[in-house]
């Protein structure tokens, strides 16, 4: 008891010396009138705790202080040591420190020599106490200008200050041997200890975010946080190194203080957004010790390798130390993708996961959560990190043959459960994105590839939820969901009967299934066009996207048949139109059978001609001249509805699309009868196997045909037949296919004029006629020449023109004049383009429009039949297109608009019904005349503004929340063609003569507070 009681006493008095130290220098710093002063007065304290020599100094104060310095008492080593851990233990360093870093900072620093400054400045923080040193110097970094010191030079020295302690001398390493085995913080207790590192941590992490803006480039978050993992993972390192009871640390219930601080400084940087930078260092160093591990000959199993190496065993109990469920998913979530653009195989993979997150995931319930649950359902990784987190989280079981025997069949069927629960779904179906169905598709896969059929059977409803998933994805449009269903059928019935796999899709015959489905690399969809390549409707693959005119023409020849017959026949390519042209149907037939005669008559004149070559002649008949031939309309109509004649059927529609492209007489009255018969006759009837496709292109040929020959007529009976509850869906997705078509070859019609040569009624003997203009001009013009006009065959005017030289100094683009009433074309042109279609527009738009929201017997088109609804939705998309510019867009955006603004329709559940309306709505955007749309705006068009105030604002919503990444898409492409409308309808305004109204436009003139400002007014 003497003996401690002396021992307090001396400490007490020591503490004493220390103080009265620290306020004798405090105080000679305050009164200083010169820096020397001020650098002897930190020497006389820094000389009492560190090895400092006068000589270190010497040079930096002037020779009249010399005695003073070398005066000074300095203790021995022991007695330093006492000093030192009184000191910065105590109250005394936390008092000094302000000292130093606000007042000497701001009034003296800047006056120090470099070699007094590093002597008696910065010795203090860097031969101190590590952690104390971050707890005064970081809260520098952030001074408010107020007060009487000069915050610039102090948050410049704490920058200073934490780049040479924090970086360039390991600090934080330094901090890790402190708190390793408590050395020196013995006086602590646990929970103390767990206090002050979090405070330190806290302290380390949030240098970035209080560094200024100017700060070095260190001390940004990327630098400083890779820089601080490096000592971290040193410090650790380390400490694990010198260990020599390993079972001990494995089994410790309360673990060191080294891996304490390093678990909590993991936390803090994932909070910070910084776990990329974190992982960066960790993946290298883990994968080196993996590998080395597998590499390794030793009979011991690879935990027990782990738990045997040294410098190994901290990464068992590092992830344990990240006290924060938070982190722990950041660091997993980050780890798996950046081992998935590395060379990692299974096997590495799932020791990775093991030894970083092995106990942890026994442990804690959290983070068994975060594997099976938001790893497997929620989140988006490769599919090689999903079989990883299936070994490691599911079966429990390295990938390699041995250990798959013993996997966890419980838990495979529990997950398996959770799985194709949210699969079957059809809200899951509906709103998930693509990536995200892939994603647990391919999840629900790679479990039943592992599955008996004994699992299957503990699954609970596993065989119905499977079912339901596939049958409601088969339901589809979107032929990427559809594949899903098939590749899981093919894994299902792998596991009800390996022999007999049941293929719903091509790709299943594969030996290797792509888990990805070809969604590594992104695709791109084009401004204003809906693609649904992937989007199978019909029996054939089919792609409803805007195409040109040409693309139109040349859409005859891209036919998937393998009729041999259909490819000998020469396909036409009805082109150009010429009214005065007289046709005999009966000559229609003849191609087809020009060959057959020809070779006939080929053969009687080798008869004929040489009677030394005669060969044996094929008596057999076949019947080729016995053969119907269809000359009349009526015809086609009388053999297409004998359904029981299979050959009439056939060679009706062979001869189909010529007849009517021949217009004749009796078109307009059967078209309609021939319309409905056409959609009704079933291809798959009287074809053989793999020669559907052929005869079904060939039916919607001659229905475009009918539609482009015969608008009205054909309309109005495609129109009825839409909502007949008599067709199936296929049928009513070729009528709007064809609609879709009939459309754009309507707008892109070709048309033959007749060559106009305007004849001299009076003949002249003049040298030049007395219209043409005279050859005065400037010097080096050419000679008039005539231009053919255009417009209709009379000619009420001429028009010339003729080159005349560029202006000395001047460059214009063009070296031609002309001078005509009317826009010229070039000579001897026979063949124009014309818009045919607006006229016809409300033809096919209104009668479709009027009653898709009734439910019939058979047909709702908001419920079951949403594939006809947004096939509906994409052709009044191309029929805006086609009458774009037109007077009739005008008058038809209005109801379209309108019809796209309901609930039913703009909020779908179908991405693909979403898809469809953004199209149509982009279509609109791009039909519309800039200045209808200003007139409008401006003559209060209530309809059309408010349509138009819609679009912007729904196409907004949609790209900031829709889950559909095509919807997204689109929706930024129409937002784009709704700014580029707006800024023409400006331009508009602005060429008027009544400046004052483009000041302001309103879309809703009543309501002030709903008026839009077009950019650019002011300008």
Same mark, same amino acid.
């Given at each position: 008891?003497?003996?401690?009681?002396?021992?307090?006493?001396?400490?007490?008095? #020591?503490?004493?010396?220390?103080?009265?130290?620290?306020?004798?220098?405090?105080?000679?710093?305050?009164?200083?009138?010169?820096?020397?002063?001020?650098?002897?007065?930190?020497?006389?304290?820094?000389?009492? #705790?560190?090895?400092?020599?006068?000589?270190?100094?010497?040079?930096?104060?002037?020779?009249?202080?010399?005695?003073?310095?070398?005066?000074?008492?300095?203790?021995?080593?022991?007695?330093?040591?006492?000093?030192?851990?009184?000191?910065?233990?105590?109250?005394?360093?936390?008092?000094?420190?302000?000292?130093?870093?606000?007042?000497?900072?701001?009034?003296?620093?800047?006056?120090?020599?470099?070699?007094?400054?590093?002597?008696?400045?910065?010795?203090?923080?860097?031969?101190?106490?590590?952690?104390?040193?971050?707890q005064v110097v970081v809260p520098c970094l952030q001074l408010s200008g107020s007060g009487s010191h000069d915050s610039i030079a102090v948050c410049s020295n704490a920058e200073r200050l934490v780049v040479l302690c924090l970086l360039e001398n390991d600090l934080v390493h330094q901090m890790a041997r402190d708190f390793a085995g408590f050395c020196q913080f013995e006086?602590?207790?646990?929970?103390?200890?767990?206090?002050?590192?979090?405070?330190?941590?806290?302290?380390?992490?949030?240098?970035?975010?209080?560094?200024?803006?100017?700060?070095?480039?260190?001390?940004?978050?990327?630098?400083?946080?890779?820089?601080?993992?490096?000592?971290?993972?040193?410090?650790?390192?380390?400490?694990?190194?010198?260990?020599?009871?390993?079972?001990?640390?494995?089994?410790?219930?309360?673990?060191?203080?080294?891996?304490?601080?390093?678990?909590?400084?993991?936390?803090?940087?994932?909070?910070?957004?910084?776990?990329?930078?974190?992982?960066?260092?960790?993946?290298?160093?883990?994968?080196?010790?993996?590998?080395?591990?597998?590499?390794?000959?030793?009979?011991?199993?690879?935990?027990?390798?782990?738990?045997?190496?040294?410098?190994?065993?901290?990464?068992?109990?590092?992830?344990?130390?990240?006290?924060?469920?938070?982190?722990?998913?950041?660091?997993?979530?980050?780890?798996?993708?950046?081992?998935?653009?590395?060379?990692?195989?299974?096997?590495?993979?799932?020791?990775?996961?093991?030894?970083?997150?092995?106990?942890?995931?026994?442990?804690?319930?959290?983070?068994?959560? %975060?594997?099976?649950?938001?790893?497997?359902? +929620?989140?988006?990784?490769?599919?090689?990190?999903?079989?990883?987190?299936?070994?490691?989280?599911?079966?429990?079981? $390295?990938?390699?043959?041995?250990?798959?025997?013993?996997?966890?069949?419980?838990?495979?069927?529990?997950?398996?459960?959770?799985?194709?629960?949210? +699969?079957?779904?059809?809200?899951?179906?509906?709103?998930?994105?693509?990536?995200?169905?892939?994603?647990?598709?391919?999840?629900?896969?790679?479990?039943?590839?592992?599955?008996?059929?004994?699992?299957?059977?503990?699954?609970?409803?596993?065989?119905?939820?499977?079912?339901?998933?596939?049958?409601?994805?088969?339901?589809?449009?979107?032929?990427?969901?559809?594949?899903?269903?098939?590749?899981?059928?093919?894994?299902?019935?792998?596991?009800?009967?390996?022999?007999?796999?049941?293929?719903?899709?091509?790709?299943?015959?594969?030996?290797?299934?792509?888990?990805?489905?070809?969604?590594?690399?992104?695709?791109?969809?084009?401004?204003?066009?809906?693609?649904?390549?992937?989007?199978?409707?019909?029996?054939?693959?089919?792609?409803?996207?805007?195409?040109?005119?040409?693309?139109?023409?040349?859409?005859?020849?891209?036919?998937?048949?393998?009729?041999?017959?259909?490819?000998?026949?020469?396909?036409?390519?009805?082109?150009?139109?010429?009214?005065?042209?007289?046709?005999?149907?009966?000559?229609?037939?003849?191609?087809?059978?020009?060959?057959?005669?020809?070779?006939? @008559?080929?053969?009687?004149?080798?008869?004929?001609?040489?009677?030394?070559?005669?060969?044996?002649?094929?008596?057999?008949?076949?019947?080729?001249?016995?053969?119907?031939?269809?000359?009349?309309?009526?015809?086609?109509?009388?053999?297409?509805?004998?359904?029981?004649?299979?050959?009439?059927?056939?060679?009706?529609?062979?001869?189909?699309?010529?007849?009517?492209?021949?217009?004749?007489?009796?078109?307009?009255?059967?078209?309609?009868?021939?319309?409905?018969?056409?959609?009704?006759?079933?291809?798959?009837?009287?074809?053989?196997?793999?020669?559907?496709? $052929?005869?079904?292109?060939?039916?919607?040929?001659?229905?475009?045909?009918?539609?482009?020959?015969?608008?009205?007529?054909?309309?109005?009976?495609?129109?009825?037949?839409?909502?007949?509850?008599? #067709?199936?869906?296929?049928?009513?997705?070729?009528?709007?296919?064809?609609?879709?078509?009939?459309?754009?070859?309507?707008?892109?019609?070709?048309?033959?004029?007749?060559?106009?040569?305007?004849?001299?009624?009076?003949?002249?003997?003049?040298?030049?006629? +007395?219209?043409?203009?005279?050859? %005065?001009?400037?010097?080096?013009?050419?000679?008039?020449?005539?231009?053919?006009?255009?417009?209709?065959?009379? @000619?009420?005017?001429?028009?010339?023109?003729?080159?005349?030289?560029?202006?000395?100094?001047?460059?214009?683009?063009?070296?031609?004049?002309?001078?005509?009433?009317?826009?010229?074309?070039?000579?001897?042109?026979?063949? $124009?383009?014309?818009?045919?279609?607006?006229?016809?527009?409300?033809?096919?738009?209104?009668?479709?429009?009027?009653?898709?929201?009734?439910?019939?017997?058979?047909?709702?088109?908001?419920?079951?039949?949403?594939?006809?609804?947004?096939?509906?939705?994409?052709?009044?998309?191309?029929?805006?297109?086609?009458?774009?510019?037109?007077?009739?867009?005008?008058?038809?955006?209005?109801?379209?608009?309108?019809?796209?603004?309901?609930?039913?329709?703009?909020?779908?559940?179908?991405?693909?019904?979403?898809?469809?309306?953004?199209?149509?709505?982009?279509?609109?955007?791009?039909?519309?005349?800039?200045?209808?749309?200003?007139?409008?705006?401006?003559?209060?068009?209530?309809?059309?503004?408010?349509?138009?105030? +819609?679009?912007?604002?729904?196409?907004?919503?949609?790209?900031?929340?829709?889950?559909?990444?095509?919807?997204?898409?689109?929706?930024?492409?129409?937002?784009?063609?709704?700014?580029?409308?707006?800024?023409?309808?400006?331009?508009?305004?602005?060429?008027?003569?009544?400046?004052?109204?483009?000041?302001?436009?309103?879309?809703?003139?009543?309501?002030?507070?709903?008026?839009?400002?077009?950019?650019?007014?002011?300008?």
């Amino acid at each position: 008891m003497d003996g401690e009681e002396s021992a307090r006493k001396k400490r007490r008095e #020591l503490e004493r010396r220390v103080l009265e130290k620290v306020g004798l220098v405090i105080s000679s710093v305050d009164h200083a009138k010169h820096v020397d002063q001020v650098i002897l007065s930190l020497y006389s304290l820094a000389v009492c #705790l560190f090895p400092l020599h006068p000589h270190s100094i010497s040079g930096s104060v002037d020779e009249k202080y010399w005695d003073e310095l070398l005066a000074e008492e300095v203790p021995n080593g022991d007695e330093k040591t006492k000093w030192w851990n009184v000191f910065y233990k105590g109250s005394a360093f936390r008092a000094f420190s302000r000292v130093l870093l606000y007042d000497v900072a701001s009034n003296w620093l800047a006056c120090f020599p470099a070699s007094a400054r590093k002597h008696v400045y910065d010795v203090f923080f860097l031969n101190g106490c590590a952690a104390e040193t971050v707890q005064v110097v970081v809260p520098c970094l952030q001074l408010s200008g107020s007060g009487s010191h000069d915050s610039i030079a102090v948050c410049s020295n704490a920058e200073r200050l934490v780049v040479l302690c924090l970086l360039e001398n390991d600090l934080v390493h330094q901090m890790a041997r402190d708190f390793a085995g408590f050395c020196q913080f013995e006086d602590l207790s646990h929970e103390q200890l767990k206090q002050a590192i979090s405070e330190v941590s806290l302290l380390i992490t949030s240098v970035p975010d209080k560094a200024r803006r100017g700060a070095p480039a260190s001390l940004s978050a990327h630098l400083f946080f890779k820089r601080l993992t490096t000592q971290l993972l040193h410090g650790v390192e380390e400490w694990d190194l010198r260990l020599v009871d390993k079972s001990a640390v494995a089994n410790d219930i309360h673990m060191d203080g080294s891996i304490l601080f390093v678990g909590e400084a993991f936390a803090r940087i994932c909070r910070r957004g910084s776990a990329g930078v974190l992982l960066s260092e960790i993946v290298p160093r883990i994968l080196g010790h993996v590998r080395s591990a597998l590499s390794s000959t030793s009979d011991l199993s690879i935990s027990e390798i782990f738990e045997s190496k040294p410098g190994s065993c901290f990464w068992l109990k590092i992830m344990e130390a990240v006290n924060d469920s938070h982190s722990v998913e950041r660091v997993a979530e980050e780890l798996l993708r950046q081992l998935a653009v590395q060379n990692v195989n299974d096997v590495e993979g799932y020791w990775v996961l093991w030894i970083l997150f092995g106990q942890v995931y026994k442990c804690q319930t959290s983070i068994r959560f %975060t594997f099976v649950e938001k790893f497997l359902l +929620w989140k988006v990784f490769p599919t090689c990190c999903l079989r990883w987190i299936i070994h490691f989280a599911v079966l429990e079981c $390295s990938p390699d043959s041995s250990s798959l025997k013993s996997y966890n069949a419980l838990g495979l069927s529990d997950t398996v459960h959770r799985l194709v629960v949210a +699969w079957s779904r059809k809200e899951f179906v509906q709103s998930s994105p693509t990536e995200q169905q892939a994603y647990v598709t391919a999840a629900l896969g790679l479990c039943l590839e592992k599955m008996a059929k004994e699992d299957l059977d503990a699954t609970k409803d596993g065989l119905h939820s499977i079912l339901q998933g596939i049958s409601c994805r088969l339901e589809s449009p979107v032929y990427l969901i559809r594949k899903m269903a098939s590749t899981i059928a093919f894994v299902f019935s792998k596991i009800i009967d390996p022999q007999n796999p049941l293929y719903l899709d091509d790709s299943c015959r594969e030996e290797a299934i792509d888990w990805d489905f070809g969604l590594a690399t992104p695709r791109k969809v084009p401004v204003t066009t809906i693609d649904h390549g992937d989007e199978k409707t019909t029996e054939r693959e089919s792609s409803s996207i805007v195409v040109s005119g040409e693309e139109i023409q040349k859409r005859g020849d891209n036919g998937v048949g393998n009729s041999s017959k259909a490819r000998k026949k020469k396909e036409s390519v009805f082109n150009l139109i010429d009214p005065d042209e007289v046709i005999d149907p009966a000559t229609l037939n003849i191609e087809s059978t020009f060959d057959e005669y020809e070779s006939d @008559n080929a053969s009687e004149n080798s008869e004929t001609s040489s009677d030394s070559s005669l060969q044996p002649y094929d008596l057999t008949d076949d019947d080729a001249d016995l053969k119907r031939k269809f000359t009349q309309l009526v015809d086609v109509v009388v053999a297409l509805r004998k359904s029981d004649d299979a050959e009439g059927v056939e060679k009706a529609l062979d001869v189909a699309e010529k007849l009517i492209r021949a217009s004749p007489d009796e078109l307009k009255y059967i078209a309609g009868d021939l319309a409905k018969i056409l959609v009704q006759v079933r291809c798959s009837d009287f074809t053989v196997e793999g020669e559907e496709e $052929s005869a079904e292109e060939k039916r919607q040929k001659a229905l475009v045909a009918l539609i482009v020959t015969c608008p009205l007529e054909s309309l109005e009976s495609l129109s009825k037949l839409l909502y007949s509850p008599n #067709l199936d869906v296929s049928q009513r997705i070729m009528i709007l296919d064809v609609m879709s078509d009939a459309a754009q070859e309507l707008a892109t019609a070709r048309i033959l004029k007749s060559e106009h040569r305007p004849m001299a009624l009076i003949s002249s003997t003049s040298d030049q006629p +007395w219209f043409m203009p005279r050859n %005065t001009g400037p010097p080096g013009a050419g000679s008039w020449k005539e231009i053919s006009p255009t417009g209709t065959p009379l @000619n009420w005017s001429y028009s010339y023109e003729r080159e005349l030289p560029s202006k000395a100094g001047k460059i214009k683009s063009g070296k031609t004049r002309r001078w005509s009433l009317r826009s010229a074309i070039q000579d001897n042109q026979l063949e $124009s383009s014309r818009n045919s279609f607006p006229q016809y527009a409300a033809a096919f738009m209104l009668p479709a429009m009027r009653e898709y929201d009734k439910k019939r017997h058979g047909v709702y088109l908001l419920g079951r039949d949403f594939i006809v609804l947004g096939k509906l939705i994409y052709m009044l998309g191309v029929c805006m297109k086609c009458a774009a510019m037109h007077p009739e867009a005008s008058v038809l955006a209005s109801p379209l608009l309108d019809m796209l603004r309901s609930r039913e329709i703009s909020q779908h559940a179908e991405a693909y019904v979403r898809r469809s309306v953004l199209f149509a709505a982009s279509c609109v955007l791009l039909a519309l005349h800039p200045l209808y749309v200003a007139s409008a705006v401006v003559e209060g068009n209530f309809e059309i503004s408010e349509g138009l105030d +819609w679009v912007r604002a729904w196409a907004l919503r949609v790209a900031e929340s829709d889950t559909d990444r095509e919807c997204h898409t689109l929706a930024m492409a129409c937002l784009q063609l709704h700014a580029e409308m707006a800024l023409q309808a400006s331009r508009a305004l602005e060429s008027s003569n009544d400046t004052s109204t483009a000041k302001s436009i309103s879309l809703f003139p009543s309501v002030s507070s709903r008026s839009i400002k077009i950019p650019y007014l002011n300008s």
